[in-house]
């Protein structure tokens, strides 16, 4: 069992920035390739970013493609991951709730139901 939990979502203007991270925890969170979903109101979650467990292979929509990117930090001593989404040149249409996601393979995936552990998520807003 993994427990994910997310910091770091708020208001920002356009064009502005900001940094989510998620902690997972437990069971080698670390053999786990995880990821970004969002899912902003009335509309069906999609993918932001992914990576796998490694950090070597990285995924992005196509609609943040170069303005975020997808990081980990391991700490194996600690059986704890750290996963970070830096965004810029944020958009109003980047609204949404962000949810961190890990799976149980080394490898990623862009499809969110391959994804067995879920944080609450985060809000991000993003205003004019």
């Known amino acids: 069992q993994i427990q994910i939990v997310e910091s770091g979502g708020g208001m920002v203007q356009a064009g502005g920035s900001l940094r989510l991270s998620c902690a997972a925890s437990?069971?080698?969170?670390?053999?786990?390739?995880m990821a970004w979903f969002r899912q902003a109101p009335g509309k069906e979650r999609e993918l932001v970013a992914a990576i796998d467990y490694k950090g070597g292979d990285t995924a992005y929509a196509d609609s943040v493609n170069g303005r975020c990117t997808i990081s980990r930090d391991d700490d194996r001593d600690m059986a704890k991951t750290t996963l970070h989404l830096q965004m810029h040149a944020l958009k109003p249409e980047d609204t949404a709730v962000y949810y961190c996601?890990?799976?149980?393979?080394?490898?990623?995936?862009?499809?969110?139901?391959?994804?067995?552990?879920w944080g609450q998520g985060t809000q991000v807003t993003v205003y004019p």
């Open positions: 437990g069971r080698n969170a670390w053999t786990d390739a």
């Open positions: 996601a890990a799976k149980d393979s080394l490898f990623l995936s862009r499809d969110g139901a391959t994804y067995e552990y």
